[in-house]
């Protein structure tokens, strides 16, 4: 464990493992949501797949990455809890935001709708989920923390570094 949080402090190795260097977050959490985006999106075309909605369940950060196949998926869970404070809280409350959505959305489903209602649902859930995992997404990036870290030397020169051994 304490050599996971080691690795955790060095942006080199997060950034090879997927995992923002500048927040310690990892986009391999948005699969969660992609994946019933993707079903929703897809319910006018074949209906059947609200079935496998239904079957979609929230799964915060840490629950995701127990049971992901993902490669680093240790070292993802060690860094989320040192990850920065203001993108963790702010990915907490777009995490809130979703699952909100999609709760009232499988309850809709469970309901006798019809094929057209249904359709309608999975196009309108799907329109109000994408722009919050967009946005997710550049919180893990570290998009609005950027400049301010940037304006710390070592902090620029450690993500450049991060940036070129991960293309290696």
Not at 75 to 85: C, D, H, K, Q, T
Not at 118 to 126: H, K
Request: glycine share 4%; aromatic share 6%; hydrophobic share 45%.
């Amino acid at each position: 464990m304490d050599e996971l949080r080691a690795q955790a402090q060095n942006p080199a190795v997060l950034a090879k493992a997927n995992i923002n260097p500048l927040t310690r977050l990892a986009t391999d959490y948005l699969n969660h949501y992609n994946e019933v985006i993707m079903l929703l999106e897809m319910l006018e075309s074949c209906p059947e797949f609200a079935a496998d909605i239904l079957g979609w369940e929230p799964r915060g950060y840490d629950a995701y990455f127990e049971k992901s196949h993902f490669k680093d998926k240790d070292l993802a869970r060690v860094a989320y809890e040192i990850a920065e404070p203001n993108s963790r809280r702010e990915l907490e409350g777009m995490i809130d935001h979703m699952d909100a959505i999609l709760a009232a959305t499988l309850d809709a489903l469970r309901q006798n709708l019809s094929p057209t209602a249904v359709a309608r649902l999975g196009t309108e859930s799907s329109g109000w989920l994408k722009p919050l995992v967009a946005r997710a997404g550049s919180v893990i990036n570290g998009e609005h923390i950027m400049p301010a870290a940037m304006s710390d030397e070592t902090a620029r020169q450690d993500m450049v570094d991060a940036v070129f051994q991960r293309g290696a």
